[in-house]
Each structure stands twice: as C-alpha cells, then as structure tokens.
C-alpha cells in the first residue's frame, strides 16, 4: 500500500497508534471520570459497599469477631500461626445474610491465610479446591 493510500485509510477508520501522544482535554477527563462512577463502573454492585461498611462497624459485627476469634484462641485455622489474625465468614456476608453475626460461619484466619481464602472463594464461586469453603481445624 501506497503512503497516500495509508494516509487515506487512517483519515477514515483511525490511525492504528490511536491517541498515542495525544492528550485528553480536562473537560473531556472530567466527563470520562463522571461517565465511570457509580453504576457505570465495571465494578459497581449495586451500593454494596455502604451496606457491608455498615455491617462492619456495627457492635453486633465486633461482637461476632471477637466470638470467634476467642472461640479459636487467636490462632490462624489454617496455618496454626498467633499474632496478626482475624474474623473471616465462611459463607459471604452478600451470599449469605443471614449467618452476618452466626459465630459458627466464622474462621480466625491470619492475613496470609486470609487473602488466600478470599481470592479462591471469588475466584471459585465460594468454593476452596472444589469444595464449599468450610471450618478447617
């Protein structure tokens, strides 16, 4: 292809590099910004942040964490590590309401065990290696 023809082609669909070096005016950026919150952003569940964020400063919420993590005498479940531990739910908070402040749909987990958990349970639809998540130990 000719170098008029290429310009040509560009000039009608895009040039293939796309904005690259070119920048986006502050009113454009705003706009794209506005266009991203809230129920435009890929990640948008429905306003469920405010609600989790209300159950976990709830008394009823450190009520429950500290059941549970006397009940495991602040050992990791998993591990077997002490010291920087905390409360999991076994079955999600959004999954499953009702077992919020259930001490039995708790797991004292350290934080090593507990991102693991986190990440395979969205990952796997709230399931570990095949199974649904459970009390180890």
Not at 66 to 81: G, M, N, P, S
Request: glycine share 10%; hydrophobic share 25%.
């Amino acid at each position: 292809m000719t170098e008029q023809k290429l310009s040509d082609t560009w000039k009608r669909i895009g040039h293939p590099k796309g904005m690259l070096g070119k920048h986006h005016s502050e009113e454009t950026k705003k706009k794209m910004s506005l266009a991203r919150q809230g129920n435009g952003n890929a990640n948008w569940k429905g306003g469920l942040t405010k609600l989790v964020r209300g159950i976990r400063r709830s008394p009823e919420y450190y009520q429950w964490r500290k059941a549970v993590l006397e009940r495991d005498k602040y050992i990791c479940q998993d591990c077997k590590t002490t010291g920087e531990v905390d409360a999991h739910h076994i079955q999600s908070i959004l999954d499953k309401p009702k077992l919020v402040f259930d001490i039995g749909n708790g797991l004292t987990l350290c934080e090593d065990c507990h991102h693991r958990h986190t990440f395979w349970q969205k990952l796997n639809g709230g399931k570990i290696n095949g199974k649904k998540s459970h009390r180890m130990g």
